[in-house]
């Protein structure tokens, strides 16, 4: 998974920005932080995943679960469009916060299967 941050003022906030490998997961496991270095700094920095960028994950016909945590706050255009074995999705919130996540088009399969709230 690679990952995708602003600068400026919402410089310790992140995306997640796909895959960057060959392998596909059954399983994704968002993570609700990520440590990464910036290029052309040295610094370690921690960053909170609020979202997922468009076409992120689009035509992974191998995941077939998905872990959202409770601080995605929204996902980008077709970001799990074609991905037609999604089966179970998991999130880390209540259902009223699911409600509230900008969800863009392009993801029904997304939304057509049963959510589980943690």
Not at 63 to 78: A, H, M, R, S
């Amino acid at each position: 998974m690679a990952f995708a941050c602003p600068i400026g003022e919402k410089a310790q906030i992140c995306y997640v920005d796909g895959f960057r490998r060959e392998d596909f997961y059954q399983i994704l496991e968002i993570p609700e932080t990520v440590t990464l270095v910036k290029l052309g700094e040295e610094d370690k920095k921690d960053y909170q995943v609020i979202g997922v960028v468009k076409e992120a994950f689009k035509d992974d016909t191998t995941l077939e679960e998905v872990v959202i945590p409770k601080c995605v706050t929204e996902i980008g255009v077709d970001a799990f469009s074609g991905c037609t074995n999604l089966k179970k999705v998991t999130y880390e919130g209540s259902k009223s916060d699911w409600e509230k996540v900008t969800i863009e088009d392009g993801n029904d399969r997304l939304t057509k299967v049963d959510v589980e709230f943690k």
